[in-house]
């Protein structure tokens, strides 16, 4: 097994090709060979996720959460029910949306959710995971292989490039979320390694450039509604990989371009809340607001 | 008897070059999801041929689970997790029931701190709870559940890195211990200070800290015990007030060092003058 096989998307596709094995399974076979744990550890441990996952999604979909600030909750409730009244957006997307929003609800509100690769946007790939795997009965076994081959392509990206706001903007935090999710229902729907990866790679082009300006530093606004958007881009993305659409710019170079903006990016737009919506004068007066709860 | 200084001596030799090996990060390994306003050294790999090795051999400890996780409660690694593993490291640090605790909270975690839980955060790692206890939202009641004191200080004075506190803890016998860390983003901390002392601590893996008697032999001494008790070192930082005088250091081993090794460690090292096992 090559210790390089992470080094690139090339490297990666080239070994699962080898091989004969899928992204998840490359994944899986790398964790194995650190050495730490066995295969059998590592999938339990993997599954232990996909519980925490569902947990978030349903508490957040059916209990009344708001966050400590009092600025989020019970939005994806409203967004789940109306998923059955015909929406713009196909019942499908809309319900993985809603799912997605579900956990970052649950998030703010202090519930127990798991990063992917952030807190930030940990909504996205159980929300698409988990919708379509009901869509498609696919098993559990299924998904937990699902989130390794989610784990490689951010595993790529953060070699790579980065998975932080803080580093990169929203675009490496909810944009890198969002090929993850592609990536990973482009494998179960029997996509070949080559296609997941450019359907991550859309996925990222899709919201290049997008900055991270959290309104008074809380993971809420934009946060939990970017994760709508973030599931919807990884099922839009998936489809039109999966219909034979390929990406003109390989997945390597959207890596590198999506690394190269990120560091471009003032440091108003990195997570310091400085910039963009955090700087409107809503976003500055609820700012305003927090300090003085704070200083209570 | 040669020989087996001769071993002994390598052995120091390979501390010291792990040892070294951590210092010219400065972090600990695992920083990926990197906090506000704050950035490692290493976050760009070096076309140096060294630096770009070393930061290879870094990367190579990433996990799978580093990308997907942890399981935390929300709604921030750095302002939550975070907080949570602070704490609780200095629970350990002190080692004893704790009475009372009081918080100063620097940077970004005085100024959204409340709005991220931060306070629940750190009474929860005082109280012994993990990152994903749901439990941390409750963490007022419990603390008055247990008879703990809890005080809070928001201040505005600058400091190195954004998320940055100050835990001054008092023991049921009296004693306060002090300590200061930072959360570094992605749940990943450092204790940066201990009673004054400035150290580097990451929590990442089981840990010793010693303090002891700054008189030669004293490293040697604790890194054979543990070669004996069959302890792996992955780290080692020695840190000191003056020369002399008392120093501490911080071990970090592949395995933990259970209590019954501890006390050997105390019987067999005369220097020690404490230690705590995180």
Redesign the interface.
């Known amino acids: 097994m090559s210790s390089r096989m992470f080094d690139s998307g090339k490297a990666l596709v080239e070994y699962c090709n080898e091989q004969h094995i899928t992204l998840g399974e490359a994944m899986l076979r790398r964790e194995v060979a650190m050495g730490e744990h066995s295969r059998e550890e590592i999938e339990r441990d993997m599954c232990a996720n996909l519980e925490v996952m569902r947990s978030s999604v349903r508490k957040g979909l059916t209990e009344r959460v708001e966050s400590v600030s009092g600025l989020s909750g019970g939005e994806a409730m409203l967004l789940f029910r109306y998923s059955k009244y015909n929406p713009f957006t196909g019942d499908n997307t809309c319900r993985a949306a809603a799912s997605a929003m579900a956990v970052v609800e649950v998030n703010a509100a202090m519930g127990c959710i798991v990063a992917a690769p952030t807190a930030g946007a940990s909504g996205i790939l159980p929300g698409v995971l988990l919708e379509c795997g009901v869509e498609r009965s696919w098993t559990d076994a299924q998904l937990v292989e699902g989130l390794f081959a989610a784990g490689a392509v951010g595993m790529l990206f953060a070699k790579n490039a980065t998975i932080s706001g803080a580093d990169g903007g929203c675009q490496a935090e909810t944009g890198v979320a969002s090929a993850m999710a592609a990536a990973a229902i482009v494998e179960l729907a029997g996509g070949s390694p080559d296609q997941c990866l450019d359907a991550a790679a859309m996925t990222i082009k899709n919201v290049l450039g997008l900055v991270c300006d959290p309104v008074a530093g809380l993971v809420e606004c934009p946060c939990i509604k970017r994760n709508a958007l973030g599931a919807a881009n990884a099922m839009l993305c998936a489809d039109m990989t999966l219909c034979g659409i390929t990406s003109l710019i390989p997945f390597d170079e959207v890596v590198s371009a999506m690394y190269a903006v990120g560091k471009d990016m003032r440091k108003e737009y990195r997570e310091t809340a400085k910039g963009g919506l955090a700087m409107t004068p809503t976003g500055k007066k609820v700012a305003q607001r927090m300090k003085r709860i704070n200083s209570k | 008897m040669v020989g087996s200084r001769a071993i002994e001596s390598r052995e120091s030799c390979q501390i010291l070059t792990e040892a070294a090996l951590s210092g010219i990060f400065g972090v600990p390994r695992g920083n ?8 490692p050294t290493w ?1 760009q790999p070096s076309t140096d041929g060294c630096a770009a090795f070393l930061f290879e051999v870094t ?2 400890q ?16 750095s302002h ?2 975070g907080a949570v593993r602070l704490s609780h490291t200095v629970r350990h640090i002190v080692g004893k029931p704790i009475s009372k605790v009081q918080f100063t909270l620097y940077g ?1 975690f ?8 931060t306070d ?1 955060a750190l009474i929860a790692g005082i109280l012994g709870l993990y990152p ?1 206890d ?1 439990r ?2 409750d963490a007022y009641q419990m603390a008055a559940d247990a008879d703990l004191l809890v005080d809070f200080e ?1 201040s505005d004075e600058p400091v190195e890195h954004p998320n940055t506190v100050r835990i001054l803890a008092t023991d049921i016998d009296g004693e306060d211990t002090e300590a200061v860390g930072q959360s570094i ?3 990943k901390i450092l204790i940066t200070e201990i009673n004054g002392l400035d150290v580097e601590l990451t929590g990442d893996y089981p840990t010793i800290i010693i303090r002891h008697q700054d008189v030669p032999g004293v490293i040697a001494e604790v890194s054979h015990v543990l070669a004996q008790l069959n302890i792996n070192i992955a780290f080692m930082r020695v840190f000191r007030h003056d020369r002399g005088e008392d120093a501490y250091m911080c071990i970090e081993t592949d395995t933990p060092v259970t209590k019954d090794m501890q006390t050997i460690i105390l019987s067999l090292c005369k220097s020690i003058q404490q230690l705590f096992a995180i």
């Open positions: 990926l999801k990197g906090a506000t306003d704050w950035e976050s990367m190579e990433y996990s799978v689970f580093d990308i997907i996780g942890p399981r935390m409660t929300g709604p921030s690694s939550t997790a970004s005085a100024e959204t701190g409340r709005g991220h839980g629940k994903d749901a941390i939202k928001y983003g992605g749940g």
